[in-house]
Every structure is written in C-alpha cells, then in structure tokens.
Nanobody, 115 residues
C-alpha cells in the first residue's frame, strides 16, 4: 500500500512560481513511475508531467519549458516546480504513482493563478 500526500499549492499571481511536493509512505517511490496530473473545474484530469524510475521525464505541451518534475529517492518525494504560471494553470494538482501495475493517487492540492 502506498499513500501519497501533496502540498505546496496556493494562490499566486500570473508569472509567479510554486513548487509542489508529493511525499510517499508505505513503499519506496524509487520503484514507481511517478506523475503529476491536474484537473481544472469542469474539465477532465490530464497528465502534466511524468518521471520514470530512471529519471526520464515527459511533459504535456502546455507546460513544457515552464514546469519541471523531479524526484528525491532519499526523501521519498516527487516535486513539480512550476514557473511562469498562467491563469489556465489553475487546477487541483494530483500526484500519482504506478507500482506493480497499480495506480496510487493523492488527494490533490489546489493551485490558483490570478490574472
């Protein structure tokens, strides 16, 4: 069993930055493919960024060049550094991990970008 807890969301102005954290308990994240998703009001949950166990990253086109996903195995934590935030980045951000074919989810953290 894996528990994921996100933090770091909040209210920020356009052009600002935030760093989201996802701390795992129960299992080591080093064996898991990790990802950040987001869900804006009235929209589907979409993938934002992924990172494999080898550290290979992939980003949605909408965030390329502005967001960076990283992992710290020693702290069992995955991060999402977000720069140059835009109002359209407003959403609940979810951390997800895939381990042995099972997807685990956090409860999300709200990011609001004001114009």
């Amino acid at each position: 069993q894996v528990q994921l807890v996100e933090s770091g969301g909040g209210l920020v102005q356009t052009g600002g930055s935030l760093r989201l954290s996802c701390v795992a308990s129960g299992r080591a994240l080093s064996d898991a493919r990790m990802a950040w998703f987001r869900q804006a009001p009235g929209k589907e949950r979409d993938v934002v960024a992924t990172i494999t166990t080898l550290g290979i990253t992939h980003y949605a086109d909408a965030v390329k060049g502005r967001f960076t996903i990283s992992r710290d195995s020693a702290k069992n934590t995955v991060y999402l550094q977000m720069f140059s935030l835009k109002p359209e980045d407003t959403a609940v951000y979810y951390c997800s991990g895939r381990l042995n074919g099972i997807d685990y989810w956090g409860k999300g953290t709200l990011v609001t970008v004001s114009s």
